[in-house]
């Protein structure tokens, strides 16, 4: 599972990566001025190296996912086609994966001399794996 972090193509402060700029503190703050990295490439690429990763590289990287993926981001006052689509993901993994009562179904886990897991668990467990494989049912 990847988890993004949100990033500034041209630093929110004039000190920062890349933040020597024009730019009011809107458009700084705009999705046109974000990128997202993972947490591994977020630290390695944008704050610790900006005079390698130029704004320019950063504009061609985000350019070309959006490219090969699409524009993702929702436009106000208008519904996007994949708001939903990622609500029922999330609602279904929250379900399946009983996180409302994680601290209940984990603690016969995680203390200790108890090595057990309730079948029902189990068995939910074993439909979240399988459905976050299929891409929540959309391959199988």
Not at 43 to 64: G, I
Not at 78 to 101: C, G, H, Q
Request: net charge positive; with cysteine; glycine share 8%.
């Amino acid at each position: 599972m990847n988890f993004g972090r949100a990033a500034h193509v041209v630093a929110e402060k004039t000190k920062g990566p890349r933040g020597r700029s024009s730019m009011s503190l809107a458009e700084r703050n705009s999705y046109e001025n974000g990128i997202v990295f993972c947490a591994n490439h977020h630290d390695d690429v944008v704050d610790t190296f900006p005079e390698k990763f130029t704004v320019a590289q950063l504009r061609k990287w985000k350019r070309a996912h959006e490219s090969k993926y699409g524009n993702l981001r929702p436009s106000v006052g208008k519904s996007s086609k994949f708001l939903p689509l990622y609500a029922e993901y999330v609602d279904t993994w929250v379900e399946l994966s009983r996180i409302d009562s994680w601290f209940g179904w984990t603690a016969p886990l995680l203390r200790a001399g108890a090595y057990y897991l309730n079948v029902g668990i189990y068995d939910d467990y074993i439909k979240v794996c399988s459905w976050l494989t299929c891409w929540g049912g959309r391959n199988a």
